[in-house]
């Protein structure tokens, strides 16, 4: 058996060559060799990379042999949210995931979701090691900082493997050679690692509004200390240590650095719309565009005018994990195959329509006048667009025979629509990417709440969000954990990672019953993932053990 280098990817080396004319011998100041990794130029730009890579599981994924254009829909399909109308036409990463007696050891998005982690914490712990290294001569708060960032990186892509796989090995030290003897940790020690590096990254990152600059202004991209406490208010809360994840969601929002969005604002303030809806319009999703709401956004640049932005599809094939985003297509419609339409900008452009929202998020999630349900969020209805049709101008009747209700002319949340006139077909997605907001840091800590027995409180925080959407305020008696993943879905509709949220709160099961649609074969085996089976084989100097149930 060759040897390889399992579940773990190092940071590419970048080196010069040199030749025996003298005039071409070059003296090597800085490389992104780990073991060469010690100033703080090279430092950053490790850094830089991590963010990057964290960016692989928001793109389009390209490998040999396999395309994973579904990948984005298999966090949301098969849960309460979301399923696909054209099984015949779906993607076969997504499969599984609808129905779950197809999810199996062998899985490639599963497979997927572990290498991308573990690519994380390696690339960490090379950045680490180099600034525990005597020759990495820097300041110590320098030092700090730049430990601090990776750790954040670290601890979040093992709070993602442990919601998603339970026990998983435990590396804290740079893997460069053969090592196929890996274990699965307990969850302790596992728990112990993610807590600390959040805890040593939320006091030693900046704040949001002191976060480096560059010459377009401050990157607010950029690790901060509160993306560093929402991750660990995430992590309290599947450890049941409830009271430090309030706490964590307390130290961003009495922070004074984020602030809910209560008014219109933006490049379409004057235009039809409501506050909700400008957070999501391209132009508006960036801290520097006035999105004060926003905690983490990963900002896209339109390939047709950045140089190495993002967006480019490359061919069938082609390794590459930072690809283009593909959110538009995956939750946009199809709604320009459908005769009398054409691709428009008021419509979003291209989707594929990888997922249907459920009846359940269409029919009941939503009360009367809840702003999140309001036309510029959800688009239930479609006009002819196409002058040349008779029936120009003219409501789509979703009864007419003629008209494909399956994929074409659906109900699509608008968080992700944007048509690029410099690409009409819709290969690149260039709207910003939102991570984290307050809204989700208030649901959280309602989550917090109600887990500790304060319902009156959990009520008091959730009615903040209710309050702007305009839904009417809810009581301690209505507090239950269904209620607060029901606020969750109106509130985070294709942004949270549904599954991840379903996975942690132990309710996967629970919320797919009643409220999901076409998903069969799902049981407790599915709040975890199977460990990936081409990891357990290559493992052969130590058991590496499955999950029950697979």
């Known amino acids: 058996m060759k040897n390889k280098i399992y579940m ?22 800085s490389s992104y060799n780990p073991a060469e990794l010690n ?5 950053n730009a490790a850094l830089v990379g991590l963010q990057n890579q964290y960016s692989a599981w928001h793109t389009f994924i390209s490998l040999p042999n396999a395309t994973g254009q579904g990948w984005l829909a298999c966090w949301q399909i098969g849960t309460d949210v979301a399923y696909n109308k054209a099984p015949a036409d779906m993607d076969p990463w997504a499969v599984p995931f609808t129905n779950y007696a197809n999810l199996t050891s062998t899985d490639p998005a599963v497979l997927y979701a572990w290498k991308w982690a573990y690519k994380i914490i390696n690339n960490s712990n090379s950045i680490i090691a180099a600034v ?42 740079p893997v460069s050679g053969p090592k196929t003897d890996f274990v699965r940790a307990e969850l302790t020690d596992l728990n112990k690692l993610i807590v600390d590096d959040l805890v040593f990254a939320k006091t030693n990152l900046p704040t949001v509004n002191n976060v480096s600059s560059n010459v377009k202004g401050k990157m607010y991209s950029r690790a901060h200390s509160a993306m560093a406490s929402q991750v660990l208010a ?15 969601c307390d130290a961003i929002i009495n922070s004074g650095d984020f602030s809910l969005i209560n008014q219109r604002y933006g490049s379409k303030a004057n235009q039809p719309g409501d506050a909700f809806a400008d957070m999501f319009i391209y132009g508006n999703q960036r801290r520097s565009q006035g999105n004060k709401e926003a905690i983490w956004v990963l900002e896209i640049e339109n390939p047709s005018s950045v140089v190495g932005g993002t967006g480019s599809n490359l061919p069938v094939g082609a390794v590459d994990e930072i690809g283009s985003p593909q959110h538009r297509r995956v939750w946009g419609s199809r709604y320009h195959q459908q005769k009398g339409m054409l691709l428009c900008d008021s419509l979003g452009g291209r989707g594929i329509s990888r997922i249907a929202l459920t009846d359940w998020v269409l029919n009941s999630l939503y009360a009367p006048g809840d702003m999140r349900n309001s036309k510029y969020n959800l688009r239930r209805d479609y006009y002819y667009n196409d002058p040349t049709f008779a029936k120009f101008g003219q409501k789509v009747d979703i009864n007419d025979p003629s008209v494909n209700t399956e994929r074409l002319i659906v109900p699509q949340t608008n968080k992700w629509n944007q048509f690029d006139p410099k690409d009409p077909f819709g290969s690149a997605m260039i709207k910003d990417i939102i991570i984290m907001r307050l809204g989700e840091t208030y649901l959280l800590k309602a989550e917090a709440q109600f887990k500790q027995g304060k319902l009156p409180e959990a009520a008091t925080t959730i009615n903040i969000l209710r309050s702007r959407a305009n839904a009417a305020p809810v009581t301690a008696a209505d507090i239950t954990i269904d209620f607060i993943l029901d606020e969750r879905a109106r509130e985070l509709l294709a942004e949270e990672n549904r599954r991840m949220t379903l996975m942690r709160t132990g309710q996967l099961v629970n919320r797919v019953s009643g409220r999901g649609q076409k998903i069969t074969g799902i049981s407790a085996t599915n709040l975890l ?19 029950s149930g697979y």
């Open 39 to 43: 100033d703080e130029l090279g430092l």
């Open 132 to 173: 525990d290294n005597p020759k990495t001569i820097l300041a110590q708060p320098t030092k700090d900082k730049i430990a601090a960032e990776a750790k954040f990186y670290r601890g979040l892509a093992y709070n993602t493997l442990v919601t998603l796989f339970g026990k998983v090995p435990l590396i804290t030290v």
């Open 8 to 29: 773990v990817s190092l940071l590419i080396v970048m080196g010069v060559s040199s030749c025996q004319n003298d005039y071409l011998d070059e003296k090597l100041y």
């Open 529 to 547: 993932l199977p460990i990936p089976q081409t990891e357990i084989d290559l493992n052969k100097d130590a058991v590496l053990d499955q999950n």
């Open 234 to 248: 995430e992590a309290y809360l599947r450890m049941g240590k409830n009271d430090l994840a309030e706490a964590a």
